[in-house]
């Protein structure tokens, strides 16, 4: 799959035109204020183009979880506020509930050549996460053309990415999907070898699919986060109260053996950096103790690499020529269990090896940490990389209309 078969911005005519563009606005948030731009910053070519071509440009995209129900705290106003300074012009915020309500259809009736209306929160509607027709109906009928630039939801088959596109005259991709497929399929396909993939975060079952594909493209994978402890277990380790996936325990081992015959080396921390009790706020003081893997007490979890762990891994990043990254290797979130994430984000950006971060999480790690500008490619999807890394087709891109 590659978005060069797709008809993108630059294929179509938008002067005069309602252009309904998904972005991907998911951005993270803290007491209502926006913690990191990048997902903002990186909609903003295919926005300028559409707004400089004279379409009306109608953004739309989700934010958090609020399960089909508005929630204030994932309104999506904060974003029309960062977007209007960013692009110098106002962006109308269309606050409804119900997204396609009264206030979206006013805003863009009025709307002139260039002018910019943002919609609310998607996934304010049950039937966003659905593809229900009627939501997606209700969507294509505010334009003449639709645009996914929302990579980081490419993997979903949702109203405002798949449903949509049957109810529009156009559907093609913005410049974001074009620059994520490009870097992301270079680095899988066609790396520059050593080729090694770090693998981390905390959503363990839908990221250890991700291995046997990775298993035919790299030459080592590095297993760090919460994915590493399911790969312990599979090792006979005790893993006390870590994060785990009984159910893919055999998996694990199977996947070992599997990398053994291709040859391709699989890295599993050494030493754990563990606490009793998960800290509580997350950024919490917590005592900490630093042991080796196959040392960790019944009722204490890792969560994070232990200091020898972040050495290897940096060793092992060093000798590379290619890298992907995604998922953190601990929870970084608290400083006293970012080190593991920090040493191998400074491994990273000391390398003159092409990089591609995949995933929000590691993307905000990565940027907090100020490593960003030395990374090669920060992708904007976590979930939407991995399962490009997976080989599976994104519904979201397929979606669209050919070349
Ligand atoms: P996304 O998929 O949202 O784009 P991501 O792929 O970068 O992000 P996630 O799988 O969401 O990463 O995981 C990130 C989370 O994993 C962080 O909140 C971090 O605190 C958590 N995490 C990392 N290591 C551990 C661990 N050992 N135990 C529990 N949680 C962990």
Redesign the pocket.
Known sequence: MNALNKKTVDDINVKGQKVLVRCDFNVPLKNGVITDENRINAALPTIKKLIADGGKVILCSHLGKPKGEPKPELSLAPVAKALSEKLGKEVVFAADDNVVGENAKAAVEKMQDGDVVLLQNTRYRAEETKNGEAFSAELGSLADIFVNDAF?TAHRAHCSTVGVVSHVKEAVAGYLIGKELKYLGNAVETPVRPFVCIL????VDS?LPVIENLLTKADTLII???M??TFLAAKGYGVGT??IDESKIDYCRDMMAKAEEKGVKILLPIDCTITKN?PDP?DAEIEIEVVDADKIPADY????IGTKTAELYATEVKNAKTVVW????????NPILAKGTIAVAKSLAETDAVTVI????????VNILGFGDKMTHIST???AS?EFLEGKELPGIAALNDK
């Open positions: 980081g981390g975060g905390a959503k990221k760090g986060g919460g590493a402890y870590s994060l998960f997350i979890m890792s969560l994070d995604n998922g953190p290797m601990g929870v970084f979130e995949g995933g929000g999480d590691s993307a905000a790690a999807g976590g979930g991995l």
